[in-house]
């Protein structure tokens, strides 16, 4: 009896290639075989994930509180919020620029 196949293209970021890569070197399969495992278990796969990134914002949102509150526990009295806006653009708009700069020393 023939199998039946379907063929699947996409285009995909050359360190997703390079990561599913590492993944099959690692198991002693090929890119194929890891492709297919990944596939039969995509439910069960997508769940997993699913999880872990909920998980990852709930903690990134519990530790940006916890920064806030103590931002405000540590600030001047009479710090206004309206002053706590401006100082977090000027903090943005020097990170964009370091950003910038470091990015033009890799060119």
């Known amino acids: 009896m023939a199998s039946e196949f379907a063929v699947l293209s996409l285009k ?3 360190e ?7 993944v099959a070197k690692e198991q002693g399969i090929t890119r194929s075989q ?3 495992d990944i596939c039969r278990n995509a439910a069960s ?3 997993t994930i699913k999880t872990e990134r909920d998980r990852k914002i709930t903690e990134k949102n519990q530790l940006e ?3 806030s509150q103590w931002v405000i526990d540590n600030s001047p009295k009479d710090i206004t919020p309206e002053l706590m806006h401006f100082l977090g653009e000027v903090m943005h708009r020097a990170a964009d620029a370091k950003a ?3 990015e033009k020393k890799k060119d």
């Open 34 to 36: 890891l492709l297919r």
């Open 12 to 14: 995909i970021e050359p």
């Open 45 to 47: 796969l997508y769940g």
């Open 16 to 22: 997703y290639i390079e990561a599913l890569d590492k």
């Open 100 to 102: 910038s700069m470091e």
């Open 65 to 67: 509180n916890s920064l």
